[in-house]
T-cell receptor, first 113, second 113 residues
Framework: AQSVTQPDIHITVSEGASLELRCNYS??????LFWYVQSPGQGLQLLLK??????LVQGIKGFEAEFKRSQSSFNLRKPSVHWSDAAEYFC???????????FGTGTRLTVIP | DSGVTQTPKHLITATGQRVTLRCSPR?????VYWYQQSLDQGLQFLIH???????AKGNILERFSAQQFPDLHSELNLSSLELGDSALYFC????????????FGQGTRLTVV
């Protein structure tokens, strides 16, 4: 069965610093991978997705993620964090033939001035 | 704005009661997914409908049921409510399956007292 692990429950970074949020998945074949962001009181917004092809994918709001098959990882990065990036970030995995996404437990990002 | 509309935004009800949550998917989307988000369980997939037909069930309790109507809106019915049912319930929609790229509504926060 597929699963998603986000090892960092909470991360604090300074505004302007770089960011990397970790995500590891467990699945036998190449999964479909997603990063979503949830601001307080809001729904989930899709940041980026990986289906196939180039392993470095660009998303909205300046985020990017890299799929590394050998490490079963799909880490989210941003070179310079803005205060408005403070939110909860969820990694999710889907697979061919599945009807839903499996979500990680999320990483809460705090940005300090 | 994801284009997915959920009503109501907040709902407070007593144990043992029954409530109905409503979801209008994005225009053109045939798939509707329901998720439950709670502090202890995280984001859990409940059920998926595609063009009016149930396609998959996840961790949905027998006290819960859903349906998708001919106009593609969906309702999630929760009955015999317990304190532990308090959570944020999300609806998501997508064009089709199975890639699972979904757009989420802002959720309905259910509080059972």
């Amino acid at each position: 069965a597929q699963s998603v692990t986000q090892p960092d429950i909470h991360i604090t970074v300074s505004e302007g610093a770089s960011l990397e949020l970790r995500c590891n998945y467990s699945y036998g074949a190449t999964p479909y991978l997603f990063w979503y962001v949830q601001s307080p009181g809001q729904g989930l917004q899709l940041l980026l997705k990986y289906f196939s092809g180039d392993t470095l994918v660009q998303g909205i709001k300046g985020f990017e993620a890299e799929f590394k098959r050998s490490q079963s990882s799909f880490n989210l990065r941003k070179p310079s964090v803005h205060w408005s990036d403070a939110a909860e970030y969820f990694c999710a995995v889907g697979r061919t033939g599945a009807n839903n996404l499996f979500f990680g437990t999320g990483t809460r990002l705090t940005v300090i001035p | 704005d994801s284009g997915v509309t959920q009503t109501p935004k907040h709902l407070i009800t007593a144990t043992g009661q029954r409530v109905t949550l409503r979801c209008s998917p994005r225009s053109g989307d045939l798939s509707v997914y329901w998720y439950q988000q709670s502090l202890d369980q995280g984001l859990q997939f409940l059920i998926h409908y595609y063009n009016g037909e149930e396609r998959a069930k996840g961790n949905i309790l027998e006290r819960f049921s859903a349906q998708q109507f001919p106009d593609l809106h969906s309702e999630l019915n929760l009955s015999s409510l317990e304190l532990g049912d308090s959570a944020l319930y999300f609806c998501a929609s997508s064009v089709g399956e199975p890639r699972g790229e979904a757009f989420f509504g802002q959720g309905t926060r259910l509080t059972v007292v």
